[in-house]
């Protein structure tokens, strides 16, 4: 979205293409610590989901999902939040945290898929209004420093085979264009 060629992408994306996209973007949340990805993805998606949310004294009287309240009793069974703080979280804790708020989750790995099965689920979930697809990478496959990180895709152009990832971290690659 930050190039002529980007935009291109996105409109050759079409509506089908970019339902996730305009569902997510009026709740997109910028991780507030380094390790925060997937807090940050999960509330992201939830919040643009309309699933029950918490009302945090942030938001109070209304309901929202925000990353200060996200480590519900529940939420710290799976994985504290003193863990996240330190090492962040794996993609089966994701699904974990995100059923705790009652949210549907799957979590599905790389090596349980194919290149052409994974496009073909993930581009069908994004155009559907109600689904949501957020990945766990590795930011060294896309020539970027750091390890493991959540974001959501947010949109799929078939004819370049690429998708739109709402990077949580926004601040780190702000205008780069990959």
């Known amino acids: 979205m930050n190039s002529t060629e980007g935009v291109k992408h996105f409109a050759s994306a079409g509506s089908g293409g970019t339902v996730a996209f305009w569902q997510l973007m009026q709740h997109l949340a910028t991780q507030t610590t380094q390790s925060f990805c997937g807090v940050a993805t999960a509330c992201s998606a939830m919040n643009a989901l309309r699933i029950n949310a918490p009302v945090d004294p942030i938001y109070s009287p209304y309901a929202y999902f925000v990353q200060s309240s996200f480590f519900s009793d529940c939420v710290e069974k799976v994985v504290k939040r003193d863990t996240v703080l330190t090492m962040g979280m794996t993609l089966q804790q994701f ?23 994974f496009t073909a689920a993930a581009s069908a979930a994004i ?49 780069k264009n990959i």
Not at 95 to 117: I, L, Y
Not at 129 to 147: E, H, K, P, S
């Open 95 to 117: 699904a974990g945290a995100a059923t705790c708020w009652q949210a549907t989750a799957a979590a599905t790995h790389a090596e349980d898929s194919t290149v052409s099965g």
């Open 127 to 175: 155009g559907k209004a109600g689904l949501m697809v957020a990945i766990n990478f590795a930011r060294t496959g896309l020539d970027q420093v750091g390890g493991g990180h959540f974001s959501p895709l947010a949109a799929y152009d078939a004819a370049s085979d690429r998708f739109l990832i709402l990077d949580v971290a926004r601040y780190k690659y702000e205008g």
